[in-house]
Every structure is written in structure tokens, then in C-alpha cells.
């Protein structure tokens, strides 16, 4: 199938007036598949395909002259990164971007599916703007992102939201300019979701948030599919963007003046595995990028189980290669970790970070844990609990588990009542403050070099930043240096962050080599 006949194989228009009656399941069968691990599992089929010839069309040439847009993000740095994508398309297409609904001609949500909290939020969200419609029947409203690969949610849409204009996924937000024409032409709700492994589409504008921080995908989806995890069906298989056009695209950053990029993908480490002539892996990425001169390279999200030496190796190199890992656990048991499907034990868990630790003695580790998976007893959280001492993290990102639809998890009997979740996230989040808070007294004295973001949120007195290490870190200075490093002394630990006394601006480093 080429591009076109994919394209007009994926139109669906069902027509309101009779989405009652109509059984919807039939327009999604050449574009959209229910979440199934068994059809998603059987990954490969399909080739992935690079596009970088991304220009607008004629016919869309000035769409949006006159008039305004507005986009809100939900969930991580991927979807923030997307909506830039978007911001760049937008602003392609003469649309300029406005931060107030009322004002907006187009509103877009950019949603995230990974627990039932959030979609509930973006139900929450499309429900106030059903008044706005009223008032504004003119404005077109979108959803896209995760959400929108699920048709659970696209059915859910079709019965009882339709102040919704457009429904797109997370795989054709290049085709953003031809759903909004469509929008704009129709009567009807205009609905374009891929189900496909996914492709690579380079040379999208982009509208990046700021000119200090950067983020760079390097690679898209997951195939991991731990077992309560939603992402590798709304996501895609996993697909890694050639190394010269990552390289590529940070040094133009570092041309322009950006201090600071993150490496995006869901599985970071898993970067080149997909690569058929090339032998070049995550390790291979870092080591190239260590070499452009640009203050500081994170990266995010690791999963333990592909975290090889040669990437420590290089992490340990240092320079522009930041000492902050954010390496995923889940969970402090190894029975717990088989049924999540993480593919590693507790004890290979402490061996990566016994040699990450021994490579980068001064590394500052954080996680993710979800507390009260199915069946997860008083003792499996606590060697969740116990782990989490061994190995000292920093901080940590905690979640109550959420059955996701389509998942083999929520197959599983959903059995640990709310209050025993609760409890238990209460007590990991009191040792997690208690881990944060220690973490940031070792700075007291001590001094650090900031890269200033801005004025702080609390009070624009005061400058705000964050460290090598991921620290927050207020103190007064000249705004004239905002978007530059600058060296800090810490003189005050709060558990979240460091108050500090302005010592002078960094000196250029040499460059790397
Ligand atoms: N329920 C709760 N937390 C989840 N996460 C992913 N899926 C779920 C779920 N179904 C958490 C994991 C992951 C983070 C991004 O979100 O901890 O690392
Ligand atoms: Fe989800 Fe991360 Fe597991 Fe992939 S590795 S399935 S994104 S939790």
C-alpha cells in the first residue's frame, strides 16, 4: 500500500446524526486494531518507512491567516515534544498561538493514556469545553495523542462528545494540515487514527518551548510490553532515528545557543536495535554526542534490562554527559517484577546499579514504582520499600496501579482494595521524602553549577535552575544571567530543593573532544 492509498484507506467520517444506531467497530478495520498483545506482539511485519520530504501543501498554504491556536499537554515529554511538533505546524500554516481557550479558532488536546486518572482528566477538560462550543460553534476541537489510539475511547467520543471536531493519533500528526481542512469542509467529526507499527517522519517544524532546553527524540515507541503498560500499542514498535540526523539536529541546538538537551524515546536503551546495516547502539549515540559542544546531554526513559556496559563506559566519560539516571524499577520483588513482565530480577536490578554506581560514584539515581499490582502482597512492597534503601535513590516518581484495557494485566483480578494502595504509596512516599531530603543536604556548603532557567515560580526575585544532577536550586542574581551556567553555593537543603548565594557566571569550557 503507498502513502495515498493508506491515506484514503484511513478516512473515516461517520456521520453524526446517526451515531446512535451506527456500530462504529466497522471504520476502524482498515486503520485501527483494539489493543491485542497478540496482534501487537507479532511485531516486524511491517517496514518502517522514512519520510523527510514533510513541506505544506499548496492548497493549505495561509489556513491559518487570522487566526489562533491552542494546545493542551498531558503526560510526558514525549506528548510535550509532539506538541511542539504541532506548535511548528501550526505556525507553518500562519496560525499564530494564543494561551487562552476562549481566544483560540483551533483547541487541541494532546492526551495521555497510561492511567485511568489521566484520561479522566481529559474527559474532565472535553466536558467544560462543551459550552464554549455552544457559545463558539466556529471553534474546531481535537483530541489526539495516546488516548485517541484506543477505540474504547474514539467509541466513547463518538456517543457522548460531540462538541469534538478531530480525532488523530500519536502516528500522523504530520497530517495535522489535512485534518483541519477536513474539519473545516465537514459537517462531520473527522477521525484519522493509524494503527501501525509506526515510521519516521524527519524535517517536521517545530516550535520549541524556550531557547535554553531542548528536547530530542531519538527513538519511538516500545516493545518491552511490560504487562500493565499501554504504551507499546498507542506508541508503536520500537523504531530509532538514524544517528547523523540525531547528531544532526544537536548540533544545529548547540549552533543556536541551547545549553541543555533530553534524548526521548520510552526505552532509550534499546536505541539502534532495530538498525539492519548499522551496528550502533545507545552506547555508540552517547559517545558521538559527548563530542558536540553543548553544555549538557540527559536522556530519558532507561529500562534496566538493556543497559549495557559500553553505555556505562561511556556515561562515565562525564563532560557534557550528565551524572542523573533515570532507571525505572516498578518493583523491589523478583516475583512481582515476573508478572510485570520486566524482564529482570532484584538481584540483576542491584547488580546495574552496583556497576553504574562503581563507573559514576557521584551519580544521582531515580525511579519509577507502581505499588499494588495485582496480587502484590505486604511483603512483595516491602522489598519494593527495602530496594529502594539499598539503592538510595534521589527521588521517585510513585504510582497506584491502573488497569489499562488490552493490557494482559487487566486480565488480572484488580484485588488490592484502594485503601491498602493508598497506604502503601503513603509509606513509599514518606520514605521518599525522606531519601529527596537527605539527597539534597549533602549540597549544604557545597558549590554547583546551575543552568538558569528563569525567574522562579514563587518569586521573580529570585532565579531558579537545576543542577548536573537534576537539583532545583533558587538564588538572587541579575536576570542578565537567565539561559546561562553559572556557579551556586548552597547555603540551604528544603527536601525539593536548594537555596543558594550567586558566585559568577561559568566560564566557556574547553571542547570536548
Ligand atoms: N498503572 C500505574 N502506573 C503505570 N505506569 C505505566 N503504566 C502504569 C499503569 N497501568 C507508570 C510506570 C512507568 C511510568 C511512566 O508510569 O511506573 O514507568
Ligand atoms: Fe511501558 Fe516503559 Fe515497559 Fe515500554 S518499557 S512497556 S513504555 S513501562
Known amino acids: 500500500m503507498n502513502e495515498e492509498q493508506r491515506l484514503s484507506a484511513g478516512r473515516i467520517k461517520p456521520d453524526k446524526a446517526d451515531k446512535e444506531e451506527k456500530d462504529y467497530s466497522q471504520y ?27 513541506e505544506i501543501d499548496e492548497r493549505f498554504q495561509g489556513m491559518g491567516k487570522g487566526r489562533k491556536f491552542y ?4 503526560g510526558c515529554q514525549m506528548n510535550e515534544h509532539d506538541t511542539e511538533v504541532m506548535g511548528g505546524i501550526f505556525s507553518a500554516l500562519g496560525y499564530e498561538v494564543t ?6 479558532n483551533v483547541i487541541l488536546l494532546n492526551t495521555c493514556a497510561i492511567r485511568e486518572n489521566a484520561e479522566n ?99 519511538y515507541g516500545c516493545d518491552k510490553f511490560c504487562t500493565y503498560c499501554i504504551v507499546p500499542y498507542t506508541r508503536g514498535k520500537e523504531r530509532s532515528r538514524r544517528p547523523t540526523d540525531i547528531i544532526q539536529e544537536i548540533r544545529q541546538l548547540a549552533a543556536e545557543g541551547y545549553k541543555e538537551v533530553t534524548l526521548l524515546g520510552q526505552n532509550v536503551n534499546a536505541y539502534g536495535k532495530d538498525f539492519e546495516d548499522i551496528a550502533y547502539r545507545f552506547g555508540d549515540l552517547m559517545d558521538d554526542l559527548r563530542k558536540i559542544d553543548l553544555p549538557r546531554i540527559r536522556f530519558t526513559t532507561s529500562h534496566p534490562r538493556d543497559f549495557d556496559d559500553y553505555l556505562i563506559e561511556v556515561l562515565a566519560k562525564g563532560g557534557n554527559l550528565v551524572e542523573h539516571i533515570h532507571l525505572p524499577v516498578q518493583s523491589g520483588s523478583t ?77 488480572m483480578a484488580d484485588n488490592i482494595p484502594m485503601d491498602v494502595k493508598k497506604e ?23 558549590v554547583v553549577e546551575v543552568l538558569v532557567e528563569g525567574e522562579s515560580k514563587r518569586n ?19 536576570k542578565s544571567v537567565i539561559g546561562k551556567l553559572v556557579h551556586v553555593k548552597i547555603t540551604e537543603a528544603k527536601t525539593w530543593s536548594l537555596d543558594g548565594e550567586f558566585i559568577g557566571v561559568v566560564e566557556k569550557k574547553e571542547v570536548l573532544i
Open 28 to 54: 476502524f478495520q482498515t486503520v485501527y486494531t483494539e489493543p491485542s498483545l497478540k496482534k501487537a506482539r507479532k511485531r516486524g511485519g511491517e517496514e518502517v518507512a522514512y519520510f523527510d520530504d514533510f
Open 121 to 219: 482528566k481529559v474527559f474532565g477538560e472535553l466536558g467544560h469545553l462543551k459550552s464554549l462550543k455552544r457559545r463558539n460553534p466556529d471553534v474546531l476541537i481535537g483530541v489526539c495523542g495516546c488516548m485517541s489510539q484506543e477505540e474504547s475511547v474514539v467509541n466513547k467520543i463518538l456517543k457522548t462528545y460531540d462538541q469534538v471536531d478531530m480525532i488523530f493519533g500519536t502516528h500522523n500528526i504530520h497530517r495535522l494540515p489535512n485534518i483541519i481542512h477536513e474539519a473545516y469542509m465537514s459537517k462531520e467529526m473527522v477521525i484519522e487514527v493509524w494503527s501501525k507499527e509506526g515510521d519516521i517522519i524527519e524535517n517536521l517544524p517545530k516550535v520549541r518551548h524556550g531557547n535554553i532546553k531542548a528536547w530530542v527524540n531519538i527513538m
Open 335 to 411: 516475583s512481582m517484577l515476573k508478572i510485570m513482565g520486566r524482564i529482570y530480577s532484584r538481584e540483576a536490578f542491584l547488580e546495574l546499579v552496583r556497576k553504574i554506581k562503581v563507573a559514576i560514584p557521584n551519580v544521582s539515581l531515580t525511579t519509577d514504582i507502581i505499588v499494588g499490582f495485582p496480587n502484590e502482597t505486604e511483603a512483595q512492597f516491602l522489598e519494593t520499600m527495602t530496594l529502594y534503601e539499598e539503592v538510595g535513590f534521589e527521588t521517585a516518581f510513585t504510582y497506584i496501579y491502573s488497569p489499562r484495557d488490552g493490557t494482559p494485566a487487566a486480565k
Open 71 to 74: 494546545i493542551r499537554t498531558y
Open 424 to 446: 502503601r504509596l503513603q509509606r513509599l512516599n514518606d520514605l521518599v521524602n525522606e531519601y529527596s531530603a537527605a539527597a539534597m543536604k549533602q549540597f549544604e556548603g557545597e
Open 460 to 478: 521573580e526575585e529570585v532565579l531558579s535552575g537545576y543542577t548536573r544532577r537534576s537539583k532545583l536550586v533558587n538564588f538572587k542574581a541579575p
Open 99 to 104: 494561551d487562552t481557550v476562549e481566544d483560540a
